[in-house]
């Protein structure tokens, strides 16, 4: 029997190293002799302390992935996985510094191999994957018109939005603007993480100086009544990654998430999984947590996913079509 668990998702928030499983890690590791073991429990899955750990733990990881192949197989690792879990469209965070060390020429030919696993994924699955370029905030601004400008050299059909990702308690919003100007003005559409660690003041800076359509997580807003005001005002849609936020001890259960109090305030909210295997968690898991946390069922998920593809940054064309799928699921 379907449940509402098995619906058809759109997911915003993935990054696409993030979502490396350990298995793959481990192999690729082990085909170059790498060792990194240290990253891992007795279980075999990821384990850090706290934020700055994770960082350090995700970096470990994804330092194993060297060269363009490696990129084919996580992503169709990484779709493979997202397709079980119902997904039909995903939106990957894909960051150059990990992908070529930013250089334009090998960024290319590392999206041509991420591009290539994911069309093989969408005719095996019908899941269609697009990819948003991030830089790292943690790696300083230079770095960041590097990554900036691999987006925008290669923005189009598939990369279609630009973003930022790493630790938010790094610099401000404002030292990325040339960044996320020169993406903007290339065509891409602007997300960046805001609001997670930072406070309601980092949205404010992300809203305000990077004039950003979207929030990587945006819960900490729930903390200032007027901006929330602005940000309905302004129609921004809202990444909220619950498990992700669990994880990491900023919140201690669902139950005490914002993301119900956004919702009933009027805030586009919409659910991802940010890094699953690191928070032990996947779409069908956030469903049945928000579920019993709130009682949300098939109606408020269809609305969720329905904001979600909204706010969307592919063409109106694919969107249409998803827009069928979730509807005739
Ligand atoms: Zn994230």
Known sequence: MQTEFDMHKVELHLHLEGAAPPTLIRQIAHEKKADIDGIFDEQGHYVFRDFEHFLAVYETATSVLTEPMDFYRLTRAVLDQSATHGVIYTEAFLSPDFCGQAQLGPWREYLSAIQEAAQESEKKHGIVMKGIVTCIRHFGPDKAKKAA?????????????????????????????????????AGLRLTTHAGEWGGAESVRQAVFDLKVERLGHGVQTIDDPQLLDEVIARDITFEVCPGSNIALGIYPDTHSHPIEKLRNRGVNVTVSTDDPPFFNTDMTKEYVALSRAFSWGKEEFTALNKTALNAAFCDKATKDTLFKRLDTE
């Open 149 to 185: 400008l691999c987006a925008a050299e290669t923005a189009g059909d598939f990369i279609c939005g630009f973003g930022m990702g790493g630790a938010e308690t790094f610099g401000v919003q404002e030292d990325y603007i040339y960044s996320f100007d020169m993406a903007q003005e």
